[in-house]
């Protein structure tokens, strides 16, 4: 009622004979303030471009703060910068560590421009793999980048997830929601959801044919995700090469005992941190899957197998260039089976 | 190709495109919806991760697609499960950090999902209210405000959500209950009070909050409590006021003119049919029966607690837990003593805390003038209101005192004599009333108040030549008839009651000259027989035939007469009483105004008043009958104009009665006449005066125009054209001629024709009137129908 009242009102005062006031408006008052700003936040176009009297160092951590930069060239050079620094430069003598830079870099997995985003892809391949790091961080940019809207973001943030797979396999596993959370969000993007029966999903009453390859232009984005879901479950399902000698190696190293390890102390941090006696209630997506079994024993209770398998099927009936892809998935897919 | 396919994905990235439409189909865009959803949950756990260092990009698309997917989300409940939770994590934990943006868009997106029934009232209340009380910023408090607010308002829109309004309500208390000296219980009082002005929330516990407000330890909360006591009722009734006001009136016939003139289409259609319902709605939202509210001060659950504990808490120690200032403390001390006046409340410690505040040189002295006539009513004992009266007498009204004290102090007194006369003494009043001599206009207004009100109240305590003409009669008659029992008025003495119209009986009976045994035993005649064959026996026969025009053979009555009758008989005189108390109030002003106007007659009626007939027998069946008869044939000779005066005068004087009792003293009351000794008015004010002019609108009176021109006026304000009478007179002259000299030549014939069918039209009500005269249409004498009659003759 309020509102109504309000605009009559305002359009009873349309016609309202403003008064007009002969002679000069009052001066301001000499200590008025000027509040006639527009903007709330100001922005440095060109930052500190001078290099000169400066060492190596400083110019290293400089460039590394320009990763933040409003312009697109400045980010870029300093990306180039930070690459050629990370190549030339001993792994040692480096300023920064990797898992810093990294963690500097990380946002622009989801930068608008091409060119920062594939001279991101060059630092991270330059920087020395055993240093990275955790790789949560890195990982959750990747989803987010993996679910964006452009096709460009998209098959550029698989590429980042090929190389944090291709570098630390393992690191990626380690990570809180990096096996179960990640398979999600590739079910999500390849639609092989649930409740697909022959390829029509159904919804109710309804039913539509599922697009696998929906998008009008080249499969290309897909030939990418089934790549990468395939060298994905590749890594997570691939038990560890086991030492054949190992059991007689380590009997030989603690000769007079026997099966002293399980009377140590145990060397790994958080041991019990599987039984979660004081953190927050874990969900299965969230969850770390240590070893290669947990992981298959969990991919088969989540009903993931028979989803990607059916989902495999469809994609190979395509036949071309994603059959190859999917059947390579299905290799994969094997692994799961075995276990 | 690749144009085609930029569009396509361009349609995509647009969310309200999206979201159009996956309303219009939802499970086909099921998978888009995934995609963007997913996208959204990633965002989220980055922001969960860093909420702090999260750039703008990140913040706008976060936004936006938060946004999205409220809209949607009621599509699809199971994929969204999570989603409110995430929402009012987010809020809950980074609400002080957050970019105020999002905040407000996190906020707005759960009430959407409130709106779309994903979460209940309870859920989003139980996180809003919380926010609201802790944090710091002013624009998020005022939104959550607004949203709790509308979400009452809409929760409680089509029925009254008992379990929701009691758990609020609860809230609320424990707000101010758990924390007596924190200033944060004002939200609940400015919730409360919002509540209660939009008839929300009406029932006791609202009042119990602002009862616990009014009760804390911190000065907004109180003072905020003490005004809702105040002027919450009134502020409820004018916002009922303006809701009625405000709805635009639709012109139906207008809008149904066009209608039929325009294009036809649907949408014209639609706005008739619109405007048709709107106006119903309007229609039976005024005939709708009045809410029945009662007032914050009625509802109240202990007034006397209620009182005595404001009193002692902020008024009555010297150091009080609650620095109050004067205007607080002026407010606090209104409610208490409207609460004594009102339940007739006993404080005794409150009158002598009155005294240290009756001087003329207090700030605001009027207020607590007006105070402390509030607080008196009929049940304080004179001894503390004594003092009282005495110290304004001495104070403020003496020769040496400016006009505007003596006026204010004289007016003071007399409002705390009209609500207990007995607080006054007789050399005191004899004193007080010589001021009606004074030279100030003012202040012998006052003192003639005073006296007027000593004559109706206490006439034997004036001086006699002071007395009035009226006033000594009426002593006389109370002297001569009991003995000067009656003359002085005892403390705690309530007024007796009447039946209405018992004296009418009664005369009835005198003029009948009924024996009374015998009547009274015709009366009891067939009292409790069967109600179908009453008719036929004797007692009832009588009543009958006198007074034809009275239907008594209804069943129901009949029955609801004899139950009444079997009270009465059992209860006999309590009963008698029970009823006459409802009527005291009439009775009593009746007689008061009659007795000013002839008082002989007053005092014979001052006798038929206190008759003994409805104490000294039972009233029959018959009696009862004849006294609702008797009472309707009055009221028909009341309403003859040679009546209307008087019964205007009584209405005036029960409506000054009314006054006293119920309603707020206020300063302007007592400051009232003041106005008239205030000195000579300036050229200008009085030449505004005699112009009529009153807050810059000139009275319709003074306007200096023809009547033609104001008559005018008054047509273009209705929206309407000239008169015909108008249109008459602008003519042209040259288009009258013809009808002028053809008048002239008309044969006797036509001459008659005219005059006829003029003299008929007159009856009819004009050329297009529909007032059918019989006996022009008798006069055809054929068969037929006649402008939409069948007429056949006889």
């Not at chain 2, 408090?141 to 829109?157: G, V, Y």
């Not at chain 2, 119990?208 to 905020?224: F, P, W």
Request: charged share 30%; aromatic share 6%; net charge positive.
């Amino acid at each position: 009622m309020g509102a109504l009242t309000k605009k009559q009102k305002e359009k009873k005062s349309d016609f309202k004979k403003t008064k007009l006031k002969v002679g000069k408006t009052r001066p301001k008052n000499t200590n008025a303030t000027d509040t006639s700003f527009a903007a709330k936040s100001i922005v440095l176009k060109q930052q500190n471009l001078g290099e000169t009297g400066r060492d190596a160092t400083a110019l290293f951590n400089h460039n590394l703060s320009l990763l933040s930069s409003k312009s697109e060239t400045q980010r870029r050079d300093a990306l180039q910068y930070l690459t050629s620094a990370c190549t030339t430069i001993a792994t040692a003598k480096l300023p920064q560590s990797a898992a810093a830079i990294i963690a500097k870099a990380q946002p622009l997995i989801l930068d608008g421009n091409s060119a920062v985003r594939g001279q991101l892809l060059k630092l991270f391949r330059s920087l020395p793999a055993a240093q990275v790091g955790s790789l949560d961080q890195v990982l959750l940019y990747t989803r987010a980048g993996m679910a964006h809207l452009s096709n460009d973001i998209k098959l550029f943030a698989l590429d980042i997830l090929d190389w944090s797979i291709g570098t630390n396999a393992d690191t990626v596993m380690s990570c809180p929601g990096g096996w179960i959370k990640m398979l999600r969000t590739f079910q999500n993007l390849l639609a092989w959801q649930g409740d697909t029966i022959n390829g029509v999903v159904t919804h109710g009453k309804w039913s539509a044919t599922k697009s696998t390859s929906s998008k009008l232009g080249s499969n290309k984005l897909l030939v990418h995700q089934l790549n990468t879901l395939a060298s994905f479950l590749t890594a997570a399902m691939t038990p560890p090469p086991s030492d054949p000698f190992a059991e007689a190696k380590r009997a030989a190293q603690i000769f007079p005992l026997l099966e002293t390890q399980a009377h140590l102390l145990p060397a790994k941090s958080n041991t019990f941190g599987y039984l979660n006696l004081f953190g927050a209630v874990r969900d299965l997506e969230g969850e770390v899957y240590a070893d290669a079994d947990e992981r298959i024993e969990i991919f088969n209770e989540l009903g993931l197998l028979e989803d990607f398998r059916t989902g495999t099927l469809e994609a190979k009936k395509e036949a071309g260039e994603v059959g190859r892809a999917a059947s390579g998935v299905d290799k994969a897919l094997r692994l799961a089976e075995i276990g | 190709m690749k144009r085609k396919l930029a569009a396509l994905e361009k349609l995509d990235a647009d969310l309200p495109a999206l979201q159009h439409k996956i309303r219009n189909d939802p499970p086909s865009y099921r998978d888009d919806f995934v995609n963007q959803y997913s996208q959204y949950q990633s965002l989220y756990e980055l922001f969960e991760a860093s909420p702090t260092t999260t750039d703008d990009t990140g913040i706008v698309r976060l936004r936006d697609l938060v946004d999205f997917v409220s809209h949607v989300a009621d599509c699809y409940p199971t994929l969204t499960k999570a989603f409110p939770g995430q929402l009012i994590r987010l809020l809950e934990l980074h609400h002080a950090t957050l970019e105020a943006e999002l905040r407000d868009k996190l906020v707005g997106s759960l009430v959407l999902l409130r709106r779309k029934e994903v979460i209940d009232s309870q859920i989003l209340l139980n996180v809003l209210w919380p926010l609201l009380i802790s944090t710091p910023s002013k624009s998020l408090r005022a939104l959550l405000f607004q949203k709790i607010l509308s979400d009452l308002r809409t929760s409680n829109n089509k029925t009254t959500n008992h379990k929701l309004n009691r758990s609020v309500q609860t809230t609320c208390y424990n707000l101010i209950a758990s924390n007596p000296a924190s200033p944060k219980g004002l939200w609940a009082v400015k919730l409360t009070r919002e509540l209660w002005k939009r008839q929300v929330w009406t029932d006791g516990k609202a009042v119990s909050i602002m009862e616990a407000a009014a009760l804390c330890q911190d000065a907004k909360v109180v003072t905020g409590g003490v005004r809702f006591f105040l002027g919450g009722d009134q502020e409820r009734e004018e916002a009922a006021d303006d809701d009625s006001e405000a709805e635009d009136t639709v012109d139906v016939r207008k809008l149904k003119h066009q209608a039929g003139i325009n294009k036809k289409s649907s949408k014209r259609n639609k706005e008739v049919r619109d405007a048709t319902k709107k106006v119903k709605r309007q229609e039976k939202k005024k005939n709708a029966p009045h809410p029945l509210n009662f007032s914050a001060l009625h509802l109240l659950h202990d007034p006397q607690g209620f009182a005595e504990k404001l009193f002692q808490q902020h008024l009555q120690p010297a150091q009080p837990k609650v620095k109050l200032n004067l205007d607080q403390k002026l407010l606090v001390l209104n409610l208490v003593s409207r609460l004594v006046g009102l339940h007739k409340l006993t404080l005794i410690s409150l009158y002598s805390y009155f005294l240290k505040y009756l001087s003329p040189r207090q700030p605001s002295v009027t207020s607590f003038l007006a105070s402390l006539a509030q607080a008196t009513h009929s049940l304080v004992p004179p001894d503390a209101l004594e003092p009282l009266v005495q110290k304004i007498a001495n104070e403020f009204v003496s020769e040496a005192a400016a006009s505007e004290v003596a006026s204010a102090g004289l007016n003071g007194i007399r409002e705390v004599c009209v609500r207990q006369p007995l607080a006054m003494n007789e050399t005191l009043l004899q004193d007080l009333v010589q001021y009606r001599k004074s030279k100030d206009k003012g202040v012998q207004m006052a003192a003639r108040g005073l006296l007027s009100l000593y004559r109706d109240v206490g006439a034997e305590m004036l001086k006699k030549r002071d007395r009035g003409r009226d006033a000594a009669l009426k002593l006389r008659a109370q002297n001569t008839q009991e003995g000067g029992i009656e003359a002085a008025r005892r403390f705690g003495q309530v007024d007796e009651g009447g039946i209405e119209g018992l004296d009418l009986l009664e005369k009835w009976k005198e003029e009948q000259g009924l024996d009374e045994d015998e009547d009274e035993a015709k009366g009891w005649e067939n009292w409790d027989a069967e109600s179908d064959d009453s008719e036929s026996s004797g007692g009832w026969i009588n009543v009958e035939s006198e007074g034809e025009d009275i239907d008594v053979s209804d069943s129901e009555d009949e029955k609801e007469r004899k139950k009444d009758v079997e009270k009465a008989k059992k209860q006999k005189l309590p009963e008698a009483k029970d009823d006459e108390k409802e009527n005291v109030d009439d009775a009593e002003t009746t007689s008061r105004a009659t007795a000013s106007l002839e008082p002989e007659a007053a005092v014979k009626r001052e006798e038929q008043r206190i008759s003994k007939l409805a104490t000294t027998r039972i009233l029959t069946p018959a009696d009862l009958t004849k006294l609702k008869e008797l009472q309707q044939s009055a009221a028909i000779t009341a309403n003859l104009p040679s009546a209307k005066r008087r019964k205007l005068a009584v209405q005036a004087a029960a409506a000054n009665a009314a006054r006293h009792a119920d309603d707020a003293v206020t300063a302007s009351d007592i400051a009232g006449l003041a106005k008239l000794s205030a000195g000579k008015a300036t050229k200008e004010e009085r030449v505004a005066l005699a112009r009529g002019v009153r807050d810059g609108v000139e009275a319709e009176k003074n306007d200096h125009r023809s009547t033609t021109a104001r008559r005018k006026e008054k047509k273009a304000s209705e929206g309407k054209s000239t008169t015909n009478k108008e249109k008459a007179r602008k003519k042209n002259f040259m288009m009258t001629l013809g009808k002028a000299k053809r008048k002239g030549k008309r044969s006797l014939v036509e001459q008659r024709g005219i005059l006829k069918a003029h003299v008929e039209r007159g009856k009819r009500g004009g050329r297009k009137g529909n007032k059918y005269v019989g006996a022009t249409i008798v006069n055809l004498g054929q068969e037929g129908w006649v402008g939409g009659w069948y007429i056949k003759p006889s």
